[in-house]
């Protein structure tokens, strides 16, 4: 089945630098890739998606990039904030219904 | 509006305990999830209900019982259950079960075995 490798597992940067996270997943027929931000006590928030028909996606200060052919996708994050401290999760959707879920960046902003 | 609204937020129950988690959503979406997430670990799928019928389920124990009353409502019935089923429980919702459908979650129940 599909896997979703997620990279780094910790990342701490200084405020106003660009934080980036990679993820890399197996099964070349997923079409579907989102991510999600999850703070302590809380759900995971879908932030930004992207689907395997786009190259790259932006939405104010992060952005998705898709690369079909390496099955590499990634998030970026410029101008962090503190607020910008999470655990980040990459995901890959895997046939109708089912994400699979990389395993997760702690991402730690420090003023 | 992409609220998944989860209750209790935290339930403690022994094993012999039988307890009930409930999920509502108001967005009209007719795939509904459960997901178990255990301290820093990514959320893994448990069962999927589209259009109110059971779709998927991951090979869940029999302890977890699902149900869909209504488009809007998913229950998680929990009888038995182990310590190593603490955890946190998480719902989520999609426009429909169709790939590449935007799932958004609920902020979950934090359920200890004791």
């Known amino acids: 089945g599909e896997n979703v490798e997620q990279h780094p597992s910790t990342l701490s940067v200084q405020e106003g630098d660009s934080a980036v996270i990679k993820c890399t997943y197996s099964?070349?027929?997923?079409?579907?890739f989102p991510w999600y931000k999850q703070e302590l006590g809380k759900g995971p928030q879908l932030i930004i998606d992207?689907?395997?028909?786009?190259g790259e996606k932006k939405d104010q200060r992060i952005a998705v990039t898709l690369n079909k052919t390496a099955k590499h996708f990634s998030l970026h994050i410029t101008e962090t904030q503190p607020e910008d401290s999470a655990v980040y999760f990459c995901?890959?959707?895997?046939?109708?219904?089912?994400?699979?879920f990389g395993t997760g960046t702690r991402l730690l902003v420090s003023p | 509006d992409t609220e998944v609204t989860q209750t209790p937020k935290h339930l403690v129950m022994g094993m012999t305990n039988k307890k009930s988690l409930k999920c509502e959503q108001h967005?009209?979406?007719?795939?509904m999830y459960w997901y178990k997430q255990k301290a820093k670990k990514p959320p893994e799928l448990m069962f999927v209900?589209?259009?109110?019928?059971?779709?998927i389920n991951e090979s869940v124990p029999s302890r977890f019982s699902p149900e869909c009353p209504n488009s809007s409502l998913l229950n998680l019935h929990l009888h038995a259950l182990q310590p190593e089923d603490s955890a946190l429980y998480l719902c989520a919702s999609s426009q429909d079960p169709g790939q590449g459908r935007e799932q958004y979650f609920g902020p979950g129940t934090r359920l200890t075995v004791t």
């Open positions: 992207i689907r395997s028909n786009v």
């Open positions: 209900y589209s259009y109110e019928k059971l779709s």
């Open positions: 967005m009209g979406h007719r795939a």
């Open positions: 099964d070349s027929a997923s079409n579907y």
């Open positions: 995901a890959a959707s895997m046939g109708f219904q089912k994400l699979v």
